[in-house]
Nanobody, 127 residues
Framework: QVQLVESGGGLVQAGGSLRLSCATS????????MGWFRQAPGKEREFVAA????????DYEDSVKGRFTISRDNAKNTVYLQMNNLKPEDTALYYC????????????????????WGQGTQVTVSS
């Protein structure tokens, strides 16, 4: 069993920044691929970013490239999402997720490939 707890969400003006954190417990964090997803009201959950076990490889959805940065600290069992130059369209509930597969050799954007999810943290960007 893996527990994921997100924090760091809030209300920010367009152009501002937030840093989301996702603390994990339950198994060896360095064995997980980690991802961030978001879900806006009335929309499906969508991929935002992912990072491999060592932190050396990342993947981003096109609309956040150059603005968001995913990182991880395996000593602290935590993954982060630094969000800069936020836009109103970034408003959503943000979730972190853990992919425990040892067979997958590439980062995945597919929600069903992630085994554990947090409860989410709300990010609201005002115009």
């Amino acid at each position: 069993q893996v527990q994921l707890v997100e924090s760091g969400g809030g209300l920010v003006q367009a152009g501002g920044s937030l840093r989301l954190s996702c603390a994990t417990s339950g198994r060896t964090f360095s064995n997980y691929v980690m991802g961030w997803f978001r879900q806006a009201p009335g929309k499906e959950r969508e991929f935002v970013a992912a990072i491999n076990r060592s932190g050396g490889t990342t993947d981003y959805e096109d609309s956040v490239k150059g603005r968001f940065t995913i990182s991880r600290d395996n000593a602290k069992n935590t993954v982060y999402l630094q969000m800069n130059n936020l836009k109103p369209e970034d408003t959503a509930l943000y979730y972190c997720a853990a992919d425990l597969s040892r067979r997958r050799t590439t980062l995945t954007r597919i929600t069903s490939n992630y085994d554990y999810w947090g409860q989410g943290t709300q990010v609201t960007v005002s115009s």
